[in-house]
């Protein structure tokens, strides 16, 4: 069935420093992908999302390139803030099936 | 717009309790979801719904019930509440799934405990 694995975290960072949260995933066919932000005592939300192989989806400062070859969608930001500290989750959505979530990763960026 | 609301949004509650909590989407999306979320196990779905009274089993479903007789609600109950089921509650709407690339939309949660 579809899987994502995404790294574990937590990723522990300084502010302005380069962020990278890899996600690889198994899935037949040529699923979408998202990335979904968590920020603390709240619910998921939509950070961005890909629909096809090399389509780059982009929000507030954060990318992630769709990667067919790798399997992957990487989300990458080249400077982080004390903010964008939540947690991150990577999900895709293949055929005609339910989403599947990734784990989630940890971000706590320190001033 | 109000979107997607849970309640209760805390909830304590013994062993053996029968307890209920509220979905309600103000967009008439299709599909309604329920997730728990807890440490080490990321989100794990529990039951969806593709449309009023069509309901089915996701990864977690035992001691869970839902309903949905009504489009915008989505009730799920837990009929005898035991502490494995203390976790944070999300439940969540969509236009569709699949690669169409459709987004899920979150509400705040429902943190539950039970003693």
């Known amino acids: 069935g579809d899987s994502v694995t995404q790294m574990e975290g937590p990723v522990t960072l300084s502010e302005e420093a380069f962020l990278t949260i890899n996600c690889t995933y198994t899935a037949t066919g040529y699923p979408s992908l998202f990335w979904y932000v968590q920020y603390p005592g709240e619910g998921l939300q939509l950070l961005l999302k890909a629909t096809k192989a090399d389509d780059k989806g982009s929000n507030k400062g954060f990318e992630a390139t769709y990667r067919k070859e790798t399997t992957s969608f990487h989300l990458e930001k080249g400077s982080v803030q004390v903010s964008d500290s939540a947690v991150y989750f990577c999900?895709?959505?293949?055929?005609?099936?339910?989403?599947?979530f990734g784990r989630g990763t940890s971000l706590i960026v320190h001033p | 717009d109000a979107g997607i609301t849970q309640s209760p949004r805390y909830k304590i509650t013994e062993t053996g309790r029968q307890v209920t909590l509220m979905c309600h989407q103000t967009?008439?999306?299709?599909?309604m979801f329920w997730y728990r979320q807890d440490l080490g196990h990321g989100l794990r779905l529990i039951y969806y719904?593709?449309?009023?009274?069509?309901?089915d089993k996701g990864e977690v479903p035992d001691g869970y019930v839902v309903s949905r007789s009504k489009t915008e609600n989505f009730p799920l109950t837990l009929e005898s509440a035991t502490r494995s089921q203390t976790s944070v509650y999300f439940c969540?709407?969509?236009?569709?799934?699949?690669?169409?690339?459709?987004?899920?939309?979150f509400g705040e949660g429902s943190w539950l405990t039970v003693v």
């Open positions: 967009w008439s999306h299709s599909y």
């Open positions: 719904s593709a449309a009023a009274d069509i309901t």
């Open positions: 969540a709407s969509s236009d569709g799934i699949g690669r169409s690339g459709n987004t899920i939309y």
């Open positions: 999900a895709l959505a293949g055929g005609s099936y339910i989403p599947t």
